[in-house]
């Protein structure tokens, strides 16, 4: 079955800085990769996606980038701010709807 | 996501009861999943459903069941032979067809508790 694993556990940057996680998944079947954000005692809430068809989305700040060869597929989120804290998880779904999550990355921005 | 709830927020179970977990969704999605999450890991999949009338075990199925008799709902049943369910819940659905799986909305989440 497919497994995720996603680095760093925790992350903590400046303001205004960079903060990019990484995934890498095993199963060659997966084609759609979600990154959720969730903050303290609330649901995850997707933040960008991206399909195996796509090596690059963007979405203001955030951007997400995939390697299929290589099997893994990154978040990069620019120009930090505070609001960013929280906990972020990337996950991989193949055509059978059955999702895969990684264990999270608290993301802690400093002001 | 105001279109997925769950029910209750806060559950407290004696050991040795079942209890059972309620989640509804009016978004007209065809699957629906179960998660457990404890501090500081990831979801962990325990069931899902991708039709009416049929669903699949996850990664951690075992001392947990669920029932998907309508589209909207999925209640998951916390089994006495789960030996260590405290922990947070959360359901999801999505739209959902074979091949191409969308996003996946969130409940707001069920604590459950054994005391």
């Known amino acids: 079955g497919e497994n995720v694993e996603q680095h760093p556990s925790t992350l903590s940057v400046q303001e205004g800085d960079s903060a990019v996680i990484k995934c890498t998944y095993s199963d060659s079947a997966s084609n759609y990769f979600p990154w959720y954000k969730q903050e303290l005692g609330k649901r995850p809430q997707l933040i960008i996606d991206?399909?195996?068809?796509?090596g690059e989305k963007k979405d203001q700040r955030i951007a997400v980038t995939l390697n299929k060869t290589a099997k893994h597929f990154s978040l990069h989120i620019t120009e930090t701010q505070p609001e960013d804290s929280a906990v972020y998880f990337c996950?991989?779904?193949?055509?059978?709807?059955?999702?895969?999550f990684g264990a999270g990355t608290q993301v802690v921005v400093t002001p | 996501d105001g279109g997925i709830t769950q029910s209750p927020k806060y559950l407290f179970r004696k050991e040795g009861q079942n209890v059972t977990l309620s989640c509804e969704q009016n978004?007209?999605?065809?699957?629906m999943y179960w998660y457990r999450q404890d501090p500081g890991q990831g979801l962990r999949l325990i069931y899902y459903s991708q039709i009416v009338n049929d669903f699949q075990k996850g990664d951690i199925a075992e001392g947990y069941s669920v029932s998907r008799e309508k589209k909207e709902s999925f209640p998951l049943t916390v089994t006495s032979a789960q030996k260590n369910p405290t922990a947070f819940y959360l359901c999801a659905s999505s739209m959902g067809s074979s091949g191409s799986y969308n996003e996946q909305f969130f409940g707001p989440g069920t604590r459950l508790t054994v005391l």
């Open positions: 978004l007209n999605h065809d699957a």
């Open positions: 991206i399909r195996s068809n796509v």
């Open positions: 996950a991989a779904s193949d055509s059978w709807g059955k999702f895969q």
